[in-house]
């Protein structure tokens, strides 16, 4: 009977349905997006994944350039929606492992300026934060080509949605 009346005076002091206690003081981990941690800090589950969001800010000459993982080399791309496939810069192929030869070069493109050759070639994986996709198409520049690598249609078209508002580049997988 003691035993029941001290878990009956527990009960009352904690009010059902008192809200948990948020502990402020913790700090994000590394890789934790902000709604990860906010659930962290409330005492909630996780959130379910979403597939991945990005946001790229258009840079001071108004491009959006964007750090992108290819074959697990960083790369700086510039956002081209006119460009069908990634194309790759001669050196930034180099970078990611891909050794082209000169009879690598047998398809002829229209770029801003003018015709040039360039080498197809599959990627194996193309990462912005968390959007990743697999066997991506793209090509490779000659050496004379361009020196910025462009991030084309062959990506960008495989996302849910990408749209530009606000000078920000929305990517969403």
Do not use: W, Y
């Not at 959006?64 to 496939?85: E, Q, Y």
């Not at 990611?96 to 070069?105: I, N, P």
């Not at 000659?142 to 960008?156: H, T, V, Y």
């Amino acid at each position: 009977m003691l035993l029941r009346c001290a878990l009956s005076a527990v009960l009352l002091l904690v009010p059902l349905g008192a809200p948990a206690q948020h502990n402020t003081t913790l700090t994000p981990h590394i890789g934790e997006t902000v709604q990860q941690f906010e659930a962290r800090r409330r005492g909630l589950p996780p959130p379910a994944p979403s597939g991945g969001t990005v946001v790229i800010p258009l840079d001071g000459r108004g491009h959006f350039l964007a750090d992108v993982t290819v074959n697990g080399r960083n790369v700086k791309m510039l956002v081209d929606t006119g460009a069908t496939r990634i194309a790759l810069s001669h050196s930034d192929a180099e970078f990611v492992g891909l050794r082209m030869r000169s009879r690598d070069f047998v398809k002829r493109v229209a770029t801003a300026n003018g015709h040039v050759m360039v080498a197809p070639v599959r990627l194996d994986e193309v990462e912005i934060g968390e959007i990743s996709l697999r066997d991506v198409e793209a090509v490779v520049q000659g050496p004379d080509g361009s020196e910025i690598s462009l991030l084309g249609m062959s990506f960008l078209s495989r996302l849910k949605s990408f749209e530009t508002s606000g000078g920000r580049l929305v990517l969403r997988q």
